[in-house]
């Protein structure tokens, strides 16, 4: 049992950690709750393990327990690796706030296949609705963050 999660453990867990990080901009928050949701998995590899997406649980499970955590936005500088340009902090406030404007579905479609890196078949699953609904939830969520994100006449964002 032990290999087998520490299989899944680690092929899974870099995608559980970016979607809960981008749905609530906390590192903290994103490491306790994929910790969390890593942890009731253990606890149920015996049955989850013969389940067909296990990594689907782990995810749903890690996006609940950062919807109940309080976030607050980080600080631009903690959201760039060492090895990325800084960005403005205030473009990262604009596309949390953004982000968290959008509908629920698309927000999950956006999260789980841009930033978990899912594909459209996973994201499906997750959300409970077709791979054509989740295009489409993709689309017009793209549409809204372009529209809001614009920069004004004059204004540079980066």
């Keep these: 049992m032990g290999a087998d999660f520490d299989d899944f453990f680690k092929s899974e867990y870099p995608g ?5 990080f981008a749905s609530c901009w906390d590192e903290q928050v994103a490491l306790d709750a994929t910790q969390e949701a890593f942890s009731r998995a253990f606890a ?5 393990s013969k389940e067909a997406w296990p990594g689907g649980w782990v995810m749903t499970t890690a996006l609940n327990v950062c919807k109940r955590s309080p976030s607050r936005p980080l600080p631009a500088e903690t959201l760039n690796g060492a090895d990325e340009p800084t960005v403005d902090s205030d473009l990262h406030v604009d596309l949390q706030a953004a982000l968290r404007r959008l509908p629920l579905r698309q927000r999950q479609a956006l999260l789980l296949h841009y930033i978990a890196e899912l594909p459209l078949a996973a994201v499906a699953s997750l959300v409970g609705c077709s791979e054509g ?3 489409t939830h993709l689309s ?3 549409q809204s963050l372009a529209r809001e994100l614009a920069p004004s006449e004059g204004e540079r964002r980066l």
């Design 16 to 20: 559980v950690y970016r979607a809960a």
């Design 133 to 135: 609904t989740i295009k």
């Design 44 to 48: 149920r590899w015996g049955r989850l």
């Design 140 to 142: 017009r969520g793209r």
